[in-house]
């Protein structure tokens, strides 16, 4: 079976493949003072709830916005699978064209969703990916990442709200019934969610006015915080939360690994 480890600024995302099937799914928090051992234990205890043992792992695929965690994890990940983790970034020969004035910089989840893009629906899109910051990534149907926008995610706005302001409580995030609150807590619902929705749909007008050739691109979600913002969006048409996880399924195949 194959691992698929997407590692965020916020959560370790992993997602366990049969052939093409996602059998398992699992997060963690990014922590940058895990030890290699904490790591591999933390995920063999994941598996474990599944009744599966480290051995059914026959190949590790991953990709990192954090290099701080990246080493030890990849570690941890060989310690615990025997082989060493492929790791997906901007230099990793893939089918993809990172058509932008610095390809280097791109993060690697942003190109495994291009390329899941590009196999799984084959038109222009745009990605928009609700996680630590929120990024709109534009893909065109031959399967060029030709750039896009990243703006402060949801649960960031939201954490730095209420550490700013004395007086407005943290909060749990959770769809608001109308956007006039009538308590403070569904004031800060209103304003972090609508808000969100309003701005995913104000970058997605906004990029659809400027599309090579005058193309209507289809806007997708993915991420952990999707299914929370999407519902209230007018633009997003579908949400797919485990683009990322599939796009790195892809990208093994497509560097030879086998599970």
Aim: glycine share 12%.
């Amino acid at each position: 079976m194959l691992l698929v480890v997407d590692v965020g600024n916020t959560e370790v995302t992993l997602g366990l493949f049969e052939e093409a099937t996602l059998a398992g799914q699992w997060r963690l928090g990014t922590r940058a003072d895990r030890t290699p051992d904490e790591w591999a234990a933390a995920v063999a205890g994941l598996l474990a709830l599944d009744g599966r043992a480290p051995g059914v792992v026959g190949a590790v695929c991953l990709t990192s916005v954090a290099p701080a965690v990246t080493a030890d994890l990849t570690r941890g990940l060989e310690r615990l699978a025997g082989l060493a983790p492929l790791v997906v970034d901007a230099s990793t020969p893939l089918p993809v064209h990172l058509d932008v004035d610095e390809p280097r910089t791109v993060g690697g989840d942003r190109i495994v969703n291009t390329l899941a893009g590009v196999t799984l629906y084959g038109t222009d899109l745009i990605v928009v990916d609700f996680g630590t910051a929120t990024t709109f990534d534009c893909i065109t149907a031959d399967g060029r990442f030709i750039g896009g926008a990243i703006a402060p995610g949801l649960r960031t706005s939201a954490d730095n709200l209420t550490r700013q302001a004395a007086k407005l409580p943290a909060t749990e995030l959770r769809p608001p019934e109308r956007a006039i609150g009538r308590r403070t807590e569904e004031c800060i619902q209103a304003g972090v969610l609508f808000g969100a929705a309003d701005a995913a749909d104000g970058m997605i007008r906004r990029i659809r006015a400027e599309w090579p050739g005058g193309g209507n691109p289809r806007a997708i979600a993915t991420g952990g915080l999707a299914g929370l913002v999407a519902p209230l969006s007018d633009t997003i048409e579908e949400v797919v939360p485990d683009l990322t996880l599939q796009g790195l399924r892809i990208a093994a195949g497509h560097l030879g690994l086998r599970w």
